[in-house]
């Protein structure tokens, strides 16, 4: 099985939790109950629907006289893991240390790791035909390993408590060695309005649990696809009137044949509930690199605006 493949088998089966909105216990995930989750029914309210259509085709594609960012890795010393972290860094065309940038840190999901997101959705290629058509603000990109242990290898069995419990553990790395070091190196805006903080699947938990609990670190907020990681609504947004004051962007999105999709359905209902401003888009797909390509694409253009 190539590795990418592979990748994508195991962030298909995200942990799963028998409380319909609750926050899986590490302890207890496991890839039968993952698979149960992906099996149970679907539930489509009349407003689960597409906000945008399929993103043009040749998309993801590299055009002929495209300027092209680059992709670089990056390392940085960990505090919580006690050890030295790769990352890999989009930077796009004409990069200048003389310009600031905004940065979109791109969470991967269970199985993967900083490459997950390389090898599934193209997102420099994204960047580089949206910049070139003018549809998105140059932005630096920063892909990490969101599993913070020692070890953080994409290996082995993915729902081991360890490495569940990792995903958890990576917000005081984000927090308080990524994100520092990264602003350490680049050239970058450093205010809550020019960060934004994305994910897949595992890292779309993540993105709700890490972004929504820090509003003063991300103003801009876009998970694809959110895993049973994900905390309660009430709990992520305990104050729904502040963060609607804070949020510049609240971006939700799953496919409507996606088992996944009621953790997404329940932040959506609860922020519609509470009048916090967001956008919803519920598309044709599963739980696939198709949608999670297709909404960086939509995302991204929103981006920093």
């Known amino acids: 099985m190539k590795r990418s493949t592979q990748a994508l088998a195991l962030c298909l089966l995200a942990a799963a939790t028998p409380a319909l909105h609750a926050q899986e216990d590490p302890a207890q995930v496991s890839d039968q109950r993952a698979r149960a989750n992906f099996a149970r029914p679907i539930e489509l309210a009349a407003d689960d629907v597409r906000a945008f259509p399929e993103p043009p085709a040749g998309f993801k594609t590299p055009r002929a006289g495209v300027a092209q960012g680059r992709v670089e890795a990056f390392e940085y010393d960990s505090t919580v893991t006690g050890t030295r972290r790769k990352a890999n860094v989009y930077l796009p065309p004409d990069y200048s240390p003389e310009t600031k940038y905004p940065v979109l840190y791109l969470l991967h999901g269970i199985g993967g790791d900083e490459?997950?997101?390389?090898?599934?959705?193209?997102?420099?290629?994204?960047?580089d035909?949206?910049?070139?058509?003018?549809?998105?603000v140059p932005m630096i990109v920063v892909l990490p390993n969101g599993r913070a242990m020692a070890d953080d290898r994409a290996i082995g069995n993915?729902?081991?408590p360890e490495k569940a419990a990792a995903f958890g553990k990576f917000e005081g790395?984000?927090?308080d060695c990524l994100i520092p070091a990264i602003e350490a190196k680049y050239s970058t805006h450093t205010d809550r309005e020019h960060r934004a903080l994305a994910g897949l699947s595992m890292g779309g938990g993540q993105t709700f649990n890490f972004g929504l609990g820090n509003l003063d670190t991300f103003a801009w907020v876009g998970?694809?696809?959110?895993?049973?990681?994900?905390?309660?609504?009430?709990?992520?947004?305990?104050?729904?009137?502040?963060?609607?004051?804070?949020?510049?962007?609240?971006?939700?999105?799953?496919?409507n044949k996606d088992g996944l999709i009621n953790f997404s359905q329940a932040v959506h209902r609860y922020a519609k509930e509470h009048n916090v401003p967001h956008?919803?888009?519920v598309d044709d797909h599963?739980?696939?690199?198709?949608?999670?390509?297709?909404?960086?694409?939509?995302?991204?253009?929103?981006l920093f605006r």
């Open 129 to 136: 035909n949206l910049l070139a058509d003018g549809k998105a």
């Open 115 to 127: 490459n997950e997101w390389l090898s599934f959705a193209s997102p420099a290629v994204i960047l």
């Open 223 to 255: 998970a694809f696809s959110a895993a049973p990681n994900t905390k309660p609504p009430a709990e992520l947004l305990p104050n729904p009137a502040a963060a609607s004051k804070q949020l510049k962007l609240l971006y939700i999105s799953c496919g």
């Open 286 to 302: 599963g739980h696939d690199p198709e949608t999670w390509a297709s909404n960086l694409f939509h995302f991204s253009q929103r």
């Open 279 to 281: 956008l919803w888009n």
């Open 173 to 175: 790395d984000l927090l």
């Open 158 to 160: 993915p729902f081991e």
